[in-house]
């Protein structure tokens, strides 16, 4: 008589023989076939069926926007390959992502299907150079590339931006062309990605060729935008939301309620209410697969939070207060150039307090000798620091002060990306609240610059804003990484 733990195995044993069954002509069932443990999800079924119809020519280009961790590149980068590869060893697959190395996990893990015990059982005219013991000189197999044997078929792995000379393409996968917000709010970068998207990837394409993307939506010109934007007609657009807004969303297959979590037992209703007071547009582009929020501005007035003086006193207690500055040419004229820019702000627990602002027109020796009279106005201390924008005379600015006064005096770290790009990537800090302003008589002309960029003529704010809430506070909003389960995306 057999134990609980046999008796468990003889189970599994059974229902991984009849998923064998159905896997090799339907897609959805291959997943938990090859992974018992595959916890498939409705959507999980609904966006697998879209890569099967994808293989039979019945969808020519398909684009799947599924929230992060959702598994949808578990489905698409890591099982439809391998099992579009059993269909037809033929096949010549290319697998894209923002850069090689994810691209290579993913190679990594198609091959790990393939070698397999239980997708040789079901495919077994498909297999690598060295599958099951077996040896086949002339075919390539590293992490790069692989060739089925005996078949012309083959996966190559690529990061966007790399070269696909030479490669013919049945199928092209494009799994995240940017990897984050800063990538996704260049625009240096959005042109980049569409560059090598018109000379390299549609280059290799023929006839019959499909084109599958799954992408998390930051920005709303990105890839998927601009494509959709010249020649929507030619796309089939699967869509799931995190939470179900609408009823009348197209998504007939979509069994929800409105405001329903799309897996609750994962990741429920109320953390993702969380996330969205988190960062509403954060959580619009990234959960909801809405780019864009009403509004013209990149950061709005009603996010900054605000507090009295005396409130403000009440709160504060040893913590330093620390300076950034934005500094000007030689000239103090206000017609010649931009005034310099400076503020103070510290941190009280895990909120930002500027505590003060102001813009000054003077030249060189002029401004060396109002810095320090300037911060102990505002309440330096000897812990206080002057940060200072390595650009225009910061960097002798910099070198004048250290030398000439006690002042704790450094640099900022030199900017690379464009101001726009950098003030996107830290407004969802002050979106969710976590930026107080002490009253005082600075505040309007503050929030009328900061708010109103890029149509303002001066932004010395929007800059040293920046660099304040990049020194506080090093845990910028991102996804959490889903560790430690093959549905991370």
């Given amino acids: 008589m057999m134990n609980e733990n046999e008796l468990l195995n003889r189970k599994r044993e059974l229902l991984k023989k009849r998923l064998g069954l159905r896997a090799v002509g339907d897609f959805p069932m291959f997943m938990p076939y090859v992974n018992i443990d595959y916890d498939l999800q409705w959507f999980h079924r609904v966006i697998a069926e879209h890569c099967q119809r994808l293989l039979a020519g019945e969808i020519r280009n398909l684009m799947v926007f599924v929230p992060p ?3 949808k590149s578990e489905i698409v980068s890591r099982n439809f390959p391998a099992w579009a590869l059993g269909q037809n060893p033929d096949l010549k697959i290319v697998g894209c992502s923002y850069s090689a190395e994810l691209s290579r996990q993913f ?6 299907i393939i ?21 086949t000189k002339g075919y390539l197999r590293n992490v790069d590339i692989f060739e089925t044997v005996g078949r012309r078929g083959f996966y190559k792995c690529v ?16 799994d995240d062309p940017v990897k984050d917000a800063m990538e996704a709010y260049s625009e240096i970068y959005r ?3 569409w560059e090598w998207y018109l000379s390299v990837f549609l280059t290799r394409l023929h006839n019959d060729s499909r084109q599958l993307f799954i992408m998390t939506r930051w920005h709303e010109d990105d890839l ?3 494509i959709l934007k010249r020649e929507p007609e ?17 998504n007939d297959f979509d069994p929800r309620n409105v405001g329903d979590a799309l897996w609750e037992s994962r990741h429920s209703r109320e953390r993702l209410l969380e996330q969205k007071k988190r960062s509403e547009r954060n959580f619009s582009a990234l959960y909801q697969q809405n780019p864009t929020i009403e509004g013209g501005n990149i950061i709005k007035e009603k996010w900054f939070r605000h507090i009295s003086l005396a409130d403000y006193h009440a709160l504060h207690f040893h913590e330093p207060i620390h300076f950034f500055l934005d500094t000007a040419y030689n000239k103090k004229q206000k017609s010649d150039n931009d005034p310099s820019g400076i503020i103070g702000a510290c941190k009280i627990r895990n909120n930002i307090y500027i505590t003060c602002a102001q813009k000054v027109y003077k030249e060189f020796p002029d401004l060396i000798r109002y810095l320090p009279d300037f911060m102990a106005a505002n309440d330096a201390s000897g812990e206080s620091t002057l940060r200072i924008e390595p650009k225009a005379n910061g960097v002798s600015v910099c070198q004048q002060l250290q030398e000439s006064s006690s002042l704790n005096v450094t640099y900022t770290p030199s900017p690379t990306d464009p101001k726009d790009t950098r003030l996107y990537a830290v407004a969802p800090k002050v979106e969710c ?20 960029f890029p149509a303002k003529t001066h932004d010395e704010y929007v800059d040293i804003l920046g660099y304040a809430i990049n020194y506080f506070v090093d845990d910028s909003f991102e996804v959490p990484e889903y560790v430690g389960s093959m549905l991370a995306i």
């Fill in 69 to 71: 961790q959702h598994g």
């Fill in 107 to 112: 190679s990594r893990s198609i091959q790990r």
């Fill in 115 to 135: 070698d397999s015990p239980e997708y040789s059982a079901i495919f077994p005219n498909t297999y690598l150079n060295g599958s099951n013991v077996v040896t």
């Fill in 159 to 174: 990061g966007v931006g790399g070269s696909l000379t030479g490669t013919p393409v049945d199928i092209g996968i494009i």
């Fill in 191 to 193: 042109n980049r990605v």
């Fill in 224 to 226: 998927a935008g601009r």
């Fill in 234 to 250: 030619k796309w089939t657009v699967l869509k799931i939301p995190a939470l179900r807004e609408t009823l009348q969303d197209g």
């Fill in 433 to 452: 609240g976590r930026v107080y302003l002490v009253e005082g008589d600075w505040n309007e002309e503050f929030i009328d610059e900061v708010c109103g």
